[in-house]
């Protein structure tokens, strides 16, 4: 297992910027994905990006060109970038790996806001 904390959210106008991070508790294997999901209120969750090593980044069609996601690995950190922010971007983002040890973790999540 791992902990995973998110932070970074807040409350920000469209168009305006936010630097989500994660925190592992382990070290990161990027062998396997780490992901950026988010869900808004009365939603599903759903996958905003995702990373590895071999296949680098994958982004959903809505956040493309906005958001970069990236890893730092020495901070067993996981970041995403999230440029021209949208008020459809509004959920709270939550972060976890695809790794089959840590697949049943996930982190408290961080809430973003963004105002019309």
């Known amino acids: 297992q791992v902990q995973l904390v998110e932070s970074g959210g807040g409350l920000v106008q469209a168009g305006g910027s936010l630097r989500l991070s994660c925190v592992a508790s382990r070290t990161i294997s990027t062998i396997h994905p780490m992901k950026w999901f988010r869900q808004a209120p009365g939603k599903q969750r759903e996958l905003v990006a995702g990373i590895t090593s071999d296949e680098g980044p994958n982004y959903a069609d809505s956040v493309k060109g906005r958001f970069t996601i990236s890893i730092d690995n020495a901070k067993n950190t996981v970041f995403l970038q999230m440029n021209n922010l949208k008020p459809e971007d509004t959920a709270v983002y939550y972060c976890?790996?695809?790794?089959?040890?840590?697949?049943?973790?996930w982190g408290q999540g961080t809430q973003v806001t963004v105002s019309s």
């Open positions: 976890h790996s695809d790794r089959p040890s840590w697949r049943d973790s």
